[in-house]
């Protein structure tokens, strides 16, 4: 890591790379990226949908609305979101439809092989906070059974020789009703006002 180079323009360099990837045969790029900004808080998704590979945006659709709502509750509106929290995925391309309904999920090797890049983004940001979005994405930093257990709790982990919190919160399909019903209502408010008093929040609002 060359230490003339800001974060932001090393990001901008991985980003660069990112693009090019090719390595899940049944994956449908190009690769969806936030955008490159030096924030100490991750927000991080399971996989785009088929409209995020379109548009070139993370959370850019239904789920999307759904959770810029949730933080909009605490005072940060989507345009402000995007451009000061680096949001990333456990996969960067859309994993295709499953034939039951829904969208595919990834498969063990598709997100063994995506890995190298969240940890290049973690190693460069040292993220003081990260922001898990679903059971995929919780479950690469927390063991989780049920969402009950994890989602209105915070979870210190050492990530690159750092402390790290993390504030999960559950996905914000319109098919799922977890968020919907109790307990998961007020687990969500729960989560969503620990991450406003958390200090890498307060120092980017």
């Not at 933080?71 to 499953?98: D, H, L, T, W």
Request: glycine content about 6%; hydrophobic content about 35%.
């Amino acid at each position: 890591m060359s230490p003339s180079k800001s974060q932001v323009q090393q990001l901008v360099q991985l980003h660069r790379k990112l693009k090019t990837c090719h390595d899940c045969k049944d994956m449908f790029g190009p690769p969806v990226i936030g955008q490159p900004n030096d924030s100490p808080v991750m927000l991080i998704g399971q996989a785009p949908g088929n409209k995020e590979i379109e548009v070139h945006r993370p959370f850019a659709w239904t789920a999307g609305k759904t959770l810029f709502k949730w933080f909009a509750q605490i005072g940060m509106e989507e345009e402000s979101f995007r451009q000061k929290i680096y949001m990333s995925a456990v996969c960067r391309c859309f994993p295709g439809k499953n034939p039951k309904g829904g969208d595919r999920v990834p498969s063990k090797t598709e997100i063994e092989t995506c890995q190298q890049w969240i940890n290049r983004e973690m190693a460069l940001l040292q993220p003081e906070l990260i922001i898990p979005v679903g059971k995929l994405a919780i479950g690469r930093f927390v063991k989780i059974n049920k969402l009950t257990d994890i989602i209105g709790k915070r979870h210190s982990l050492e990530i690159n020789q750092q402390q790290t919190d993390i504030i999960a919160l559950p996905h914000p399909s319109g098919a799922s009703t977890w968020h919907h019903t109790e307990p998961g209502k007020t687990l969500l408010l729960e989560a969503l006002k620990m991450i406003q008093s958390h200090p890498a929040w307060k120092k980017i609002k």
